[in-house]
């Protein structure tokens, strides 16, 4: 069945430096990558998403980019902050009221 | 902005007892969907719902049911709670010209003792 696999689990980086988190999925027809941030107690909130028709997304420090031959996508968050930290999902959508299949997740901490 | 709540944002159950939660959005929104939430497994769909009155399995249906009799309100039933359903229960809402984003409701933790 589909597959959304995500590295790493966790994820420790400085203040002000890049974080880097991976997904991959196995279904090629998958066409929709939303990005998910979930603070402590608190429910996901969508923070960026990209189709399948661009191979990169920008929106102020948080970069999505994406590989469709390697079925693997990207979240980059730079110059990260204090409030960076939280629980990171990828996931993954063949289109229109299609389910969404979520990757296991990332905590990223930012050091002080 | 649509807003959707869910019943209880904590609430605790003994094994065996007939739990519902339910969730409901002030908009005219056709998908709804339910998740559980554990730690390192993510998130996983136990049911959805494209219309009033539908309902189909997603991942992890057993031990659950849903309702859905109103397009705003969507229930999710668990007809005999056991230990192992304590979890994080989130419930989704997807726009209706299904540009695939979901958005999600506070979620209720459920413990069950």
């Known amino acids: 069945g589909e597959n959304v696999e995500q590295h790493p689990s966790t994820l420790s980086v400085q203040e002000g430096d890049s974080a880097v988190i991976k997904c991959t999925y196995s279904d090629s027809a998958s066409n929709y990558f939303p990005w998910y941030k979930q603070e402590l107690g608190k429910r996901p909130q969508l923070i960026i998403d990209i189709r399948s028709n661009v191979g990169e997304k920008k929106d102020q420090r948080i970069a999505v980019t994406l590989n469709k031959t390697a079925k693997h996508f990207s979240l980059h968050i730079t110059e990260t902050q204090p409030e960076d930290s939280a629980v990171y999902f990828c996931a993954a959508s063949k289109g229109s009221a299609s389910k969404i299949i979520f990757g296991s997740g990332t905590r990223l901490s930012i050091r002080p | 902005d649509v807003k959707v709540t869910q019943s209880s944002r904590y609430l605790v159950k003994r094994t065996g007892e007939k739990v519902f939660l339910e969730c409901v959005q002030d908009m005219d929104h056709e998908n709804m969907f339910w998740y559980r939430q554990d730690p390192g497994l993510g998130l996983r769909l136990i049911y959805f719902?494209?219309?009033?009155?539908?309902?189909e399995k997603g991942d992890i249906p057993e031990g659950y049911s849903v309702s859905r009799e109103k397009k705003e309100r969507f229930s999710l039933i668990l007809e005999s709670a056991s230990t192992n359903q304590t979890s994080m229960y989130l419930c989704a809402w997807q726009r209706q010209d299904r540009t695939d984003t979901q958005y999600f409701g506070p979620g209720t933790r459920l413990t069950v003792l």
């Open positions: 719902s494209y219309d009033v009155k539908m309902k």
